[in-house]
């Protein structure tokens, strides 16, 4: 249980400014002394729940908090929200995506820029989807199901013709670009986890979880096919 103080109130009015309105746990208390100079500075304190934020009702007209954003287009949540994070961490990987594709275009190798292409428009979707609500639907890339990348994944030398590989900095450039990216693919599917995995572990996006898995699936399917060559013929270089 919480104690809500003058003191922390005027520190945080000090450190942001003027507040309009203030979210807490429904157990805090609250002592009188901040109560009123709640009162006094016209600052209004919402009882909810922090994962669960605040809807636009409980705001009543007031100002969006600074540390608050949409979670939809009914409710406000501190930027701090799991689901915030994780469409933070989806927004990155777009961003070293297309950072790959910048690389990979130098080198001439448009067959992959293309591929990179089709991965960035997939995590796009899982994004919006993630915010709509909808459906991730099954990744296909290379011509293949998901059942077939995440069998390729497992098996690449029956299917690409190179062993597993271990990274290093001798294979490049590009190499080094897409195994960081599939860290980071990684990493967006932990934090899927952490938002959608429930503590008796059930999953309520199941579907979101299982499209990062096949994603890192799909980039080290590009590894492969990197060092076994399939990438290797280069054209001519567009704008």
């Known amino acids: 249980m919480g104690v809500l103080t003058e003191i922390e109130l005027r520190d945080r009015v000090k450190r942001e400014g003027q507040i309009d309105a203030i979210s807490i746990d429904p157990d805090t208390l609250i002592t009188p002394a901040a109560a009123q100079y709640a009162r006094e500075q016209g600052i209004k304190i919402v009882y909810g729940d ?6 636009r009702e409980q705001l009543k007209g007031q100002k969006k908090p600074e540390h608050y954003t949409h979670l939809d287009h009914k409710n406000l949540v501190p930027k701090t929200h799991p689901r915030i994070k994780l469409r933070g961490m989806l927004d990155l990987l777009q961003a070293l995506i297309i950072k790959a594709q910048v690389t990979v275009k130098a080198e001439g190798m448009m067959k992959l820029v293309g591929d990179l292409e089709q991965l960035l428009a997939y995590t796009r979707q899982l994004l919006r989807n993630e915010l709509t609500g909808d459906e991730i639907p099954e990744l296909k890339l290379f011509g293949l ?6 069998e390729y994944s497992h ?85």
């Open 50 to 55: 922090r994962n669960k934020g605040l809807s």
């Open 145 to 150: 199901s998901e059942e077939e990348i995440h």
């Open 155 to 239: 098996h690449p030398f029956k299917k690409i013709g190179v062993n597993h590989i271990i990274p290093s900095h001798h294979m490049g450039q590009i190499i080094a670009e897409l195994n960081y990216l599939r860290t980071v693919v990684r990493q967006v599917e932990l934090a899927a986890c952490d938002v959608y995995m429930n503590n008796d572990g059930t999953v309520e996006r199941e579907d979101i979880i299982k499209a990062l898995n096949r994603l890192s699936s799909a980039v080290y399917v590009m590894e492969c096919m990197v060092v076994a060559g399939h990438y290797h013929n280069r054209t001519e270089k567009q704008d």
